[in-house]
Each structure stands twice: as C-alpha cells, then as structure tokens.
C-alpha cells in the first residue's frame, strides 16, 4: 500500500539545494500517447549549501530513454535510477547532463503533468507536476532560465504554447512545425507551463506605465472564445489596478491564458502563461450567473497579481505556500472590494472565514498558515493557507497603516525579485518599513486554531470613563504549554444614542481624540479605557472584522438591535444580525428535537420588517441580511450537530417570513426590473428579486410555483434562469422535471451551464435526493474524468448538502467512501478533496461518528489508497479518541 510511501516531509529539515540548475533547455516531440523530451541541464554545485549529497532528479511515471554527462554515458557505479527518480553519484562541481524520456500523457488522468483535456495538451506542475514530464529536482527553490521548443504534427498541434517570449517558429518535414520560446526571468519548475491543440485565440492589448505595449492572448476552443471577452476586461484592469496600489508592472511583452475543462484546481499563475479551469474563464449573460462573473473578476485578478507575489518573488520551499497563495488572496480581495462594493465583498470575505475556515480550525484537520509537516503537500491548498493567510496579511496592513504597508511591500519585491524566500523574510521587509516590532505577530503563521476573546466592559457616569478589558485565549491554550499571547488588532469605536461614534480619547485622556480606534491586544488580558463619555455608549468592536478570532461577548438583544439599525460598519451590522438570526434560529432547533411548538420572537421579525423595508437603498447588502444563516452556518452554533433538527427549524423560519410578509415579498419582486447588464444596481436587484422567490417558494402554493414557472420560461440571463430552476426543484411544483428536462436540452452542450443543473439537483434537500444522485451519475454528460463534474455532482452532495449527506442510515457516508476509492485510483488530489467531508465527524453524534467511522476504518484499510487520500482519512481517524460527543 501506499503507506510505505508516506513519509513526511519536515520544515525543520530545510537544507538548501546541493546543486543550483541556472539554465533548462527542453525539447518536446508531441504525441498525445508517446511524448519525447529532451532536456539540457547546465549544473552548479550551490556554494550556499550546507551538505552536498548525490545530485537527485525526481521522476515519476516516465520511461528513460538515455542519460549523458558531459556528453558520456555515466557508469553503472555513477548513477542510481529508481521509480521516484535519478541519483547522480558525486558529480564535478558544473557539469551538463542531458536526459531524454517518454511520457503518456493520454493516461494521465490525474491532471498533474502533461495530461489531455479533450484534444488539448496541457500542463499542470505546481505542486510536484515536473516530475512527471521529465527528470529534474522538483523544488521551489532552484530557480532557471528556460527556453523550450516544441515540435508537433501540424494538423493536430497548430498552437503551441510556452513561458516567456516566442523567439522561432518554422515548418519541418513530414507536416510538422515548431516554436521556440524563452524566459528571461528565472522561475521554479512548478511555473514550467506548456500547451498545445487546436486553438483560437481573442487578442487585445495593454500599454503599461511605462508605455511597454503587451499583447494579451486568450486560447479556447473555436466554440466557447465568445464567452472570453468578460475575462479580457478584467484583466485590463486588474494590470491598471496592480500598477497604481502596488507599483507592480507586468514585464514580458505577452499575457497568455488557456482555459482548458479539465483541471484539478481555479487556475495557474505559470509565468506568462496562465493555465484557466473554463469555469473562471468563460462567461456571457445567457451561460454564466452574477456570481460567474464576480468569481472570473477575482480569478483572473489573483492569477495576475501572481506575477509579482508567487513568480518574480517565488517561495523557499512548500510550507511558505501562504506566502504567495496569503497575501495575493488579499490582493486579489482589495481589488474586488475596489471594482465593486467594499463592504459586500467584505462580508462575503468574513463568511468564509467564519463559516467554513473556522469549521477547519476545529477539525482533526486544523493546522498552521505554515504548517510544519505534510505528507504531501498537495492536501494544503485550503481555506487556511489561503484565505486565513490573507486575513493575517490584512492585519498587517490595518497595523502598518496603507503608507507604510505600501512601503514594506515595495522594499519585498525590490530586494527579494528573482529570489525565493520565506514568510520570514516577507515579515522582516514589514519589520523594515515601518520601524515596528512583529515578533510577537509571527505566531499568527506557526499556531494552529481560532483565538477567543472574551468581552467585559463597564460604563462609570461619575469618572464618564467607559473601561473596555479584553483577555485572548490563544489557541494553543489547551496543549498544557504556558500560555502565550496573539498579537491581535481590535478595530474600535463607541457609539452613542443616535448611533453616532463617539469622539474620545484612550488611557484616561492621554492619547489622542478619535473617533476610531485600533487597538492592540498583546497581552493575555487587557484593559482600555476611553474617557470624556457622557452616557453609556454602544461598543462596535471588531470593526471590519479586524482579526479571525471568537469573540465572547454578553451583547444583549437591545444592543444587538441597535448596532444592527445604527452602526456605519457594515461587518458589525451583518455580523449582528446573524447573531440575532442565530439565536432564533437554535432556539427552533431545540423546539423541534422537544417536539415542540416553534415559535420567533416579535422583535426578530420587526428587526427583518425594517431590513424588508429599506431593502431597495442597497439591495446587494440588504440580501446578506435578509436571508437566513445556511445550515452549514447554524451548525456551528452547536455543539453536537443535529442535521434533520437543523433544516428543519430553517424551513421553518423561512415559512414563516414568507408567510407574514407575502404582501412585501410579493410587491418587492413584481416591482423589480433590473436592468440587463452588470452594474452593480442590476446585480442587487437580480439577487433581491431571487431572494424574493427563494422565500416564497417554501410556501409551495400554486401561486408561487406560477411565479417560478413564469420567471423560468422568461429568464434571458442564467442568474434568473437558474434561481427559478432552483426554486421550482425544491418545491412540489409539477413542473419541475419539466422544467430539468427542458433545461438540459437547451443546455447540453455547454459544459458549465451542466454543471450548475447536476450541482442544483445534488444539493436539493429532499429525502429522494442520494438516489437521484446515485442515478445521475449514469448519464450521459455525467464523467469521473471530469472535475467539475464530480465536484458538481458528488463533492456539492456530500459538501453543501448536510441534511442529506448525514442521513441517520449512513447512506450518504457510504456513498462517499466507495467514490473517494473509486476516484482515488486516477485522480488522488480530486479524491482526497471528497474525503474532507468527513472532517467534521467529532461535531455529530455517536451514531453518526460511528458510522463514519467505519467508512474512514474501509478508506485506509484499502492497500492502494494514495498518499494524498490516506493524510486527509488519517488525520481524521487518528483524532478519534480526543474527541467525545
């Protein structure tokens, strides 16, 4: 079995490369099935080093045809070759070794290499992808010039693509041609990036500051090239964005990007040319949803913004991922706050943290932003290195301030361009600007968990001092080390009768007025006190969302009521209302497991009137406050997770709103017309108008069910079109296999739009869905190979539809086990990503953990699970005993 295999791999084992790799020529003779390369490594040995063992090339999957070493044939006694890879036995301190082999890539149904997607070659080497292409020594830490040449059968091949400048091309005998491109700017293997096949291509242009003219290249397929105008358009402007909040300048004289539909991941930032899941590429109204466009915005930006944080300044080694993958999430976040609303995007920012990041901090599979050991590295690309390690890199903006920010990142690309460096020395640049001290905030990378903080504050009329102490419970508290405190920015204000903030001053008149504050938690318990108050204020604390941590607060509803109808942050508004939500939401719960009558307060629903009412001044935010918590969010709440109770007091709560504001509901929706375009006024009346009919439709009334229909056989743009298929497959509308068969027809031919009917069906929570499910994956558009697909399919069944997913008879749990081994034989990264759904295992009842336990026990007494697989089920099982229901 593989866990022979399954060493891990430790940061504290660091050593530099014996052996630096400045210059890489490759030569690729195409054939989907047998393709030859040829690679030329100039060799050094790295004076840097601190050990110089033998000279290692992983390989994996390739068959050696010849090796030389400065032109001779090594001997027996010289050369070790295994299946991971080539030893070179001490080797002369420069030397050129070059190695020809040959791959399948029509086999390669992993997606990591060279590997078909339909009659398209392509590539995906990050993380340890080169290996499977040709013999080289997969880390990010060797850095090289490339120049590539590929030679192809014409007919089949007529594009082909690489990194950096094309510097040749030229027919060849036999119907064959070539190119040759070359990168000028050093990279790691992981950016190494190729394509080929029969390709169009939507050309524009961007002048940079400098007046550098940059052609910009999008490749699809004949087909689907009108769905990339959208993509162009935000790239245009994510280079013009980059240029003026970060000085960065793109610096080749082309911008490829190839959207292929078969890919593990979002995208690739390969230098120069960008390898695109077609999800985050193509887009028109009559395919793509609202949100389509929104995620293809942000994608593109962040594969962009790659350019310069990830290529010209890449990373050390693997555990330093957050620090590409981190801080250009923030970017990327900073962008999409700047081309839209500020404050949505905010929100939608935060929820991920705290619905489904912190679910991974208290899972068997929490770990640090840098974690400090993995099997493969591969199970790390999560929510915690990515959108965590973005929320600690705003923090140090809130802390450094934008000026200093902006100079601390300015001094990072500077001294570390061409160079591959740590989370370290990204902090000591901070350090450097700024004058300032982070000693203390580096935990934030090294410490596994959420933080808590507990909450006391008191108001004294007499002194008109209002004393705010805040004590952190770091989370590693519980490990019986000694307590060691988070260094934690608390964005601050008070606020007062009229929901005005106050103006006031810190440590009893000594520091300067405000009206905002930053405060610096650093140690375990602190106390702040805010002078000149003359009547109990309102605290607005963790403005922004400032810090991913628990907040312990005893609002009280009052509070709570008013900073939802007064505060000017719109996180503490969203934030108290999901608090309010909440509490009603788990007290129906209890109501239902008592088998009693449920029942909402009054001042919720005057609460939910005044958001109704003032729905149309920001129908985008009023949306984030109208609908109810998801059942994913309502879990959390909880200590043991009860998914039947769950869904339904949810279904209640939503009946319940729709049915004493029908009369509103019904008005709001008819009075809607947004315009048909993507400004941000058509986006929020769209999503206001299909909350409307999300809420009615639980009434399930002839009425409504017209109103779906109606809006269904109307739509002309996929964000309507969609929402009414939703509404109508959710309800018992009689016309709803109508309405999925009616669809489909119209729809079968784009891959996309199938995606959302497979994902609508899949997430539906009825208790005929798992054999619904179970059917589809027989039909005909339906492919294992495929993982937009599967994710569509299985992953949004088992990950975002937990009423069904967890069925008492653990019928859902069997259904992902016998897809996580059979997806596990080709495609280890796909599989293990399935497996995660069992992460949370510890949060249900015996019953249910047992259950999923015997699953997870089947998954890894399998013995050709993959590595990949068997960390994610490990880690799971090996917390069985430190968790009790």
Known sequence: MSQKRAISTYLANYRPPPYSVPDVALVFHLHESATRVHSKLTVKKNPHATTYDPFFLNGSNLELGSIALNGSEPKKDELIVGDHGIGILDPPDEFVLDISNTIDPSSNLALSGMYKSGDILCTQCEAEGFRSITYFPDRPDILSHYSVTIEAKKQDFPVLLSNGELIDKGDLAGGRHFVTWHDPHPKPCYLFALVAGNLAVLEDEFTTRSNQVVKLEFYATEKHLDKCGHAMS?????????????????DLNRYMIVAVEHFNMGAMENK???????????????????????????????????????????????????????????????????????????????????????????????????????????????????????????????????????????????????????????IRSMEQASGRDLQQFRRWYHVAGTPIIKVTRSYDPDTRIFQLTLEQTPPDAATGKAKKPMHIPIQFALLDADGERITTSLDNGQGAKADEFLLELKELKQTFNFSDIDRQPIPSLLRGFSAPVLIEDSNSEYELHFILSHDDD??????????????????????????????????????????????????????????????????????????????????????????????????????????????????????????????LIELDSEAVHQLAEDQFRHSINMTDLTAALTALVSSDSPSQKRALDQFYDRWKSESGVIDKWFRIQSTVPRDDTLKNVVRLLSHQSFSFHTPNRVYSLIGAFCHANPYCFHAADGSG??????????????????????????SEIH?????????????????????????????????????????TT
């Open 234 to 250: 935000c790239l245009k402007r994510a280079m013009q964005w980059d240029e003026e909040v970060y000085g960065c300048e793109y």
């Open 272 to 426: 120069g040319l960008n390898i695109f899941n077609s999800k985050y590429v193509f887009a028109k109204p009559e395919t793509a949803t609202d949100r389509d466009f929104h995620l293809i915005e942000s994608v593109i930006a962040h594969e962009y913004f790659h350019n310069w944080s990830g290529n010209r300044v890449t990373l050390r080694d693997w555990f330093q991922l957050s620090l590409k993958e981190g801080f250009t999430i923030f970017r990327d976040q900073q962008f999409s706050a700047d081309m839209g609303s500020a404050a949505v995007q905010r929100i939608h920012d935060v929820n991920l943290i705290k619905v489904h990041q912190f679910r991974e901090d208290a899972s068997p599979k929490r770990h640090a932003v840098q974690p400090d050991s993995y099997l493969t590295i591969d199970n790390f690309y999560n929510i915690t290195v990515y959108n965590k390690g973005a929320e600690l890199i705003r923090m140090l903006y809130l802390l450094l301030g934008a000026q200093h920010y902006r100079a601390a990142t300015d001094l990072y690309f500077e001294q570390y361009d061409g160079c591959a460096v740590t989370v370290e020395e990204f």
């Open 570 to 695: 719109a996180f503490c508004r969203w934030d108290a209302w999901q608090r309010i939500s909440k509490t009603e939401l788990l007290e129906l719960v209890v109501s239902i497991q008592n088998n009693q009558h449920p029942q909402v307060s009054d001042a919720f629903f005057a609460a939910y009137n005044s958001v109704l009412d003032c729905a149309l001044e920001d129908p985008q935010f009023s949306v984030l406050l109208l609908e109810p918590p998801s059942e994913i969010a309502i879990a959390q709440a909880m200590d043991v997770i009860d998914p039947v109770a769950i869904h339904r007091a949810r279904k209640c709560l939503v009946r319940m709103i729709a049915e004493r504001y029908f009369d509103q509901l019904i008005s709001l929706y008819q009075e809607l017309n947004p315009p048909p375009d993507l400004s941000a006024t058509a986006i929020g009346q769209r999503s206001l108008r299909n909350l409307c009919l999300n809420l």
């Open 813 to 838: 749990y069997e259904f992902l086990k016998n897809n996580v081994l059979r997806i596990d034989k080709y495609n280890p990264q796909g599989a293990a990503q399935l497996a995660e759904a069992f």
């Open 843 to 883: 949060r249900y009842d015996k019953d249910r953990q047992n259950s999923m336990y015997k699953r997870l026990e089947e998954i890894a007494a399998n013995k050709n699970i993959s590595v990949n697989a068997f960390e994610i089920v490990d880690r799971i099982l090996a917390s069985r005993n430190l968790h």
